[in-house]
C-alpha cells in the first residue's frame, strides 16, 4: 500500500507529461485553444505533485526526473510551438527561433534539481511562468496578427527585432541567478506576498479583459517586479 501511495505524485507528474503531450498534437492541429487547456492541466498537475510529495513524504530522485522531463514537454516545447506558430502568422522572418526557449528550459530544470539554493525561491525565471507568459503573448500575437503585417516596413523590422530580443531575454532568465519569488514563500508581511497578491489581480483583470492573452500581463509584471529587484539591489551596491 505504501508503494501505491508514494507513487501518487509521480502519477501526477506523468500526467503532466501526457497533457504536454496531447498539447502539442492539438498545435499541429491547429486548434490552439485546446492546446492551452492542455497547458493548464499540466499546470495543475505539476502543482499537486509537488503538493503530494510534500505532504506524502514521498521524494526521490527518480520523482525528481519524473518531474523536471514533463515539465520540459509542457512548459518547454508547448510554449515554444505555440510561440512558433504565432510569429509565422505574423510573418516573422524565422519562427524557429522560438524553439531557443526548450534548450533554456531544459538547463534550467536539470540545474534546479541539483541546486540546493532553490528551497525557498527560485534562481531563474521558473518554466512554468515562463510558458504561461509565452503562452498568453503568443495569443495576443494571434489575436492581432492581420494588423501587424499591415505595419510599415521600416516599424515592421523594428517589431521583428523585438520578438527576437524577447527570446533572447526569456532564454537568458530562465537560466539567470536571479532570484524570483515563489509560493513557496509567501510569508504575512513579506515583499514576497504582496507582489504575488499584485501580480495576481493584474493576472485576473487581464483574463477578463483580454482572455487566454491577459496571462502575458500577469507574468510579464512577475518577471519585471522580480528584475527590478534585483536591478534595484545591484544600483545599492
Not at 501511495?5 to 485553444?33: D, V
Request: net charge positive; hydrophobic share 55%.
Amino acid at each position: 500500500m505504501s508503494k501505491v501511495r508514494n507513487f501518487i505524485p509521480n502519477l501526477l507528474s506523468l500526467c503532466n507529461a501526457f497533457f504536454g503531450g496531447l498539447g502539442i498534437y492539438f498545435i499541429i492541429l491547429g486548434h490552439t485553444e485546446y492546446a492551452l487547456w492542455c497547458m493548464v492541466g499540466s499546470l495543475i498537475c505539476d502543482f499537486f505533485d509537488g503538493f503530494a510529495a510534500r505532504k506524502l513524504q514521498a521524494f526521490s530522485p527518480l520523482g525528481k526526473d519524473i518531474d523536471s522531463l514533463s515539465d520540459v514537454i509542457s512548459f518547454g516545447v508547448v510554449p515554444s510551438a505555440l510561440l512558433a506558430v504565432a510569429l509565422e502568422k505574423v510573418a516573422f522572418f524565422a519562427p524557429w527561433l522560438a524553439f531557443l526557449i526548450v534548450p533554456a528550459s531544459v538547463y534550467r530544470l536539470a540545474k534546479f534539481n541539483h541546486d540546493d539554493r532553490q528551497t525557498l525561491s527560485f534562481l531563474g525565471l521558473p518554466t512554468p511562468a515562463n510558458a504561461l507568459f509565452v503562452a498568453g503573448f503568443s495569443v495576443l500575437l494571434m489575436q492581432n496578427s492581420e494588423a501587424l503585417t499591415t505595419l510599415p516596413r521600416m516599424i515592421e523590422y523594428k517589431v521583428y527585432g523585438s520578438y527576437l530580443a524577447l527570446i533572447l531575454i526569456l532564454s537568458y532568465l530562465l537560466v539567470s541567478d536571479i532570484p524570483m519569488f515563489s509560493l513557496k514563500k509567501v510569508e504575512k508581511g513579506s515583499p514576497e506576498l504582496t507582489m504575488l497578491i499584485i501580480v495576481a489581480i493584474v493576472s485576473l483583470g487581464g483574463v477578463l479583459w483580454l482572455g487566454w492573452g491577459g496571462f502575458a500581463l500577469g507574468l510579464g509584471l512577475y518577471i519585471l517586479l522580480n528584475v527590478g529587484r534585483k536591478l534595484a539591489q545591484l544600483a545599492i551596491k
